[in-house]
């Protein structure tokens, strides 16, 4: 494969739902690339589309329109029960609910074990390997006796975490991993996944609210609203020079330790200029945007490139 191929290749990809206001894209027209080994963060409010984004790229949810392509190879619009098993060893994820995305009536050991046997693996071997990871997540072999709900939120975490890296896959997807944990619980897990990726060289796009989390993690971040990617750029130029007025107040809304510090931060973002714009039309973040014009309701921005290895959907982007 040419170097210049991208693992990951997301190409114009839509998801629609039928909602109790009609239909509706949860993702819309989005285009991403992912290199073998990369960290890509994915930040966004509640409702963003981020997850089912994510989902889209595992196939647990279908594109409504659009292609989604790895290691140059188009991935199946729909999934049948032989891609998910092809898939396996290529593309894995993270769940934010780990105590639901595992069986409640399997031990942890066959948890673990049954994505390797389902690669051919023998019983023998699967559980071997299967021990070995719940060391290497930081947890006893003996765990591999246990049911799920024996298991603490962190310790069940672990499990979720070794059972996405123990098939060795390519790409990782983490679906806010780490929200559903208690503070201390939560570095621990960030550092595990921060060192499980190194070790293993995997690529991953991590997902999450916590903007500091995925400046620590992330080589490049994403900036997701409404179904859109706003703005794009390597983690420290995204987070210390915003392009996007969405990024701006979306890290403007990013709580600090020090009350003064934080005041001055909420103040610095000025307020919505009142532009009414029609659904559908022009940019989705005018009616919220401190600098819209009526340019901004007729015209949809695109994702256009803003220096180097910056990109920014904005028709006056900051700092330019």
Request: charged fraction near 20%; proline fraction near 6%.
């Amino acid at each position: 494969m040419a170097d210049h191929v991208p693992l990951l290749s997301v190409e114009r990809a839509s998801c629609h739902f039928e909602g109790p206001g009609g239909r509706f894209a949860a993702v819309d027209g989005v285009s991403l690339e992912i290199a073998a080994g990369e960290v890509v963060g994915l930040v966004g409010e509640s409702g963003s589309g981020k997850s089912t984004l994510g989902r889209l790229i595992t196939g647990l949810n279908q594109c409504s329109s659009g292609s989604i392509r790895f290691a140059g190879r188009a991935l199946p619009t729909r999934y049948r029960a032989a891609d998910f098993r092809y898939y396996a060893d290529k593309i894995q994820m993270v769940f934010q609910d780990a105590y639901g995305s595992l069986n409640p009536r399997s031990r942890v050991s066959e948890a673990l074990a049954e994505p390797l046997l389902l690669q051919g693996l023998r019983p023998r071997e699967a559980q071997l390997r299967a021990s070995q990871w719940l060391e290497r997540v930081g947890l006893s072999a003996q765990m591999g006796a246990r049911f799920p709900h024996e298991l603490s939120g962190g310790q069940r975490q672990r499990v979720g975490v070794a059972r996405a890296f123990i098939n060795r896959p390519q790409l990782v997807i983490c679906d806010e991993p780490v929200s559903a944990l208690d503070v201390s619980v939560q570095a621990q897990i960030i550092n595990l996944l921060r060192d499980l990726q190194r070790e293993e060289g995997v690529a991953m796009l991590f997902i999450a609210h916590d903007l500091a989390v995925v400046r620590y993690l992330a080589d490049r971040t994403l900036v997701m609203y409404r179904g859109k990617i706003m703005e794009s750029g390597d983690s420290g130029a995204v987070f210390t020079q915003p392009r996007h007025p969405y990024t701006q107040t979306l890290l403007a809304a990013n709580p600090v330790a020090d009350p003064q510090l934080e005041r001055q931060r909420r103040g610095s973002v000025p307020a919505a200029a009142g532009i009414i714009a029609r659904e559908g039309e022009g940019c989705c973040f005018a009616p919220r945007c401190f600098q819209a014009q009526p340019r901004c309701v007729s015209e949809e921005p695109l994702l256009e490139a803003q220096g180097e290895n910056r990109r920014c959907a904005c028709h006056f982007p900051l700092g330019l």
